[in-house]
């Protein structure tokens, strides 16, 4: 009889963690040990995520003290934090990054996109990127895991079996639309109910950190030497993302 | 000193009646001397109108009775009624449609994207499109003036400029989002709040009947050959169409 | 080994009988057998409930042909349909409804509140309310359940235990808040999008059909002599009813 | 012919310097001399509030360096900071507070209610309660004026009328619903979009700050000497508060 996945979260608080969390705690093979927080260590985690009250027991704590016994751990960090984690991590513990810190394979991408340097390019080289529909046998027996970014996952979900096919030609342009909750559990201007409620707005035009992202993704699965417009704009929704995506066809589609 | 402009309004029950009499019943120079609304008829305009509540003692008719004197009339009906209405207007006599029956000068056009017979194209030729921007001297002398549709306004002020200066070259892509009164006033399975209001969805796509409307009107400011790729989406806000348009520059724009 | 209930259900294309399908097909010892719809007969239930999409393959049918083996049938059916179904149901068939017919005792109460004659009150009074926090036993044998309205639920949750402990004294202020979803499925004039978005308002101020039901219950799990009055708003969200209670407690509480 | 009235503005960058500017902006017989602002000093007014660009050519001071000239200043501040500034004013200058700070007559109820000793009680003596339907002579003569907070004036407009009447006999209950902008300019976890988009909740009950000054101004319009119930809820709208008042008539009304 199969024991359970005994987990750690590194960074249940936010909107990520909370979401893990949920996932994780319906699952009927998964034990989740412990769970980290910055800010709100200490506190129970069915108070700060009041979705899951009733559900776990456990409390946030402010670093993981023991990791014997672990079999993998999930890092739902900002940006920036992982790549201090990783190399300290056991050598056979599995681990699976949500943020973006292990998604690009070259550094100076990352460091233009990201604006810090990274300092674990090493661990990035050992890294799978987790889109399954794309990468789901290297996902099966990976022990690090990139998980994909909001938007490039709306974007490849549309945009890589066209590519992957060779069935599409010329520029291509993404029209992409996110909820308030892709800005994170903080409260920050662009998300204050009062100006958010009915407004929609384009932002960081043609400059996303996912942008990177989706062409590498792109090239990993087929011939991508296309143009990639990419425009972000903010929903007044709380979550999803829907991205139109515009592609010239090579011949008729049905 | 020059005397109030007296107006009728023919339809002036759903949004675009709504914001027409608030205008107007702003406008130092204007005199409202009829308003017609079919179901609304006998209601007191303040009544069906919140916001006009004490500005205006009019209520509903069901039909003008006598034009003599007033020296413009407007139409906010549903498309196909205005077409019934112009030709019977008196000869000198200056209209204003806001309805989607006057703007297309192919008959063939209108009929194939508002799938109905025209039964006043004789009338059509004497109009001038109503957007200020691309037709200001048109529209101060004419005696018939057709509204341009809300797509079609948010296109044409992006597009316009650049078609009109020769800056553009080939395919422009047009993501266009409208609010949900951009639907009318009456409810309807796409309107309903409670599947509305958390949804973002495309609609129509790449046949909106406005699309004939803005290559005209492209057409007429400049040199227009390209395609156009035109989409639909459905916001959950009220009010406002927000259109991110694509286009390649032929030489560098600051 | 205990075979499935078998199960069908009159009226399921509105958001009651949308809900009652998804937590019956996740019900392990459920079998779901024919489920009526009167506009939306002949379609494909995960068609007209997207989320269901994948979950049954059931359509709508327009009547029951047969109800040989079944154990028990939900009605979720407008006001006013379930007392005809329910005099020509088997003498051992289970029938649970959600709808106003069977909950009132009081022919009278019922026939002032819903405006129309009750014809099946011999029916009622073998109804069990089915408020399982006030009434667990009866509903454990009942044969016949009418399940309470929203309104009432929400108000009975919070009251019925102050009542049935003795605890309150003098006038009872209920103001309650719904979501636009308790106006149904079907487009109106109060769930319009462009108006319902950012509204708040009273409706039907002192006169809730839920009222007699209420007070009806709290008779019945305590002494209640008692004054309520109930006010009705909406609120611009789609799901949920919140119902603020003011009462004055008989002595210190903590 | 008058002179225009010269108005300095302290605390122009929240939600309510922008609706004073605006109005003000809009007032035949008013000049804007100088506007201050913490934050956003040295920004034009026009950028940091979008809806007065272009009506607007100052930008915002870190403080009034010249009071000359200057007939009267409003206070937008945060409170506990008017206290600070309306003791050196000018002798004859007119000001017009919107906090809390001058609102109250007794220091004890200031002090607990805000949470913050008051240093400027002498000035309080000297302010009429701005509340035009019920002061309004006081308020034409007035040399400094406090203004109401928003659940204050939501629920006097409702309850003035009848305690000055002598109408209404016992406990008051008052159901407040509010929207977000009420909390101001500043982006917090309370009006941080995911959540507050789908939300409705209750919060502080029954001690909110306009409590003291609701009775206050009820013993001053009549004889108030009932029991006041105030309960405030947050509605998920950007604008305006709606009162929900419940109250026992002495003799029938119509």
């Known amino acids: ?9 590194y960074g249940g608080s936010g909107y990520g963690g909370a979401e893990l969390l ?3 705690l319906f699952h009927p093979n998964v034990e989740i040990v412990f769970v980290t927080a910055n800010e709100q260590a200490g506190k129970a985690i069915g108070e700060v995520h009041r979705n899951l009250n009733g559900l776990i027991d456990l409390s946030f704590v402010k670093d993981a003290e023991d990791l ?27 681990a699976i990054d949500l943020s973006g810190d292990f998604r690009l394979r070259d550094q100076s991408v990352f460091e233009k996109h990201y604006k810090q340097p990274h300092t674990a390019m090493n661990a990035q080289a050992d890294f ?24 490039a996952t709306a974007t490849l979900l549309g945009l890589a079996p066209l590519v992957a096919n ?16 892709g800005s994170g559990a903080k409260a920050a201007a662009n998300t204050h109910h009062p100006q958010r409620m009915t407004s929609f707005y384009a932002y960081k035009p043609f400059t996303h950190q996912h942008v990177p992202e989706i062409e590498q993704e792109l090239a990993h699965v087929g011939d991508w030497t296309n143009e990639l417009v990419f425009m972000t704009h903010s929903l007044p929704v709380a979550r999803g993302i829907f991205a139109s995506i515009y592609a010239e066809a090579k011949s008729d589609l049905s």
């Open 1 to 9: 009889m199969k024991d359970k996945v005994r987990v750690g979260i």
């Open 22 to 24: 949920r996932i994780l």
């Open 68 to 94: 014997s016994g672990i079999d993998c751990v999930f890092l739902a960090l900002p940006h920036g934090q992982a790549m201090e984690i990783v190399p300290r991590l056991p050598a056979q513990m599995k």
């Open 128 to 151: 799978v990127y987790g889109l399954t529909e794309t990468n789901r046998e290297a996902i099966r027996n990976a022990r690090l895991i990139s998980n994909p970014g909001c938007f």
């Open 166 to 181: 060779g069935l599409i030609n010329g520029r291509v342009v993404v029209d992409a639309k996110t909820g308030s909750s």
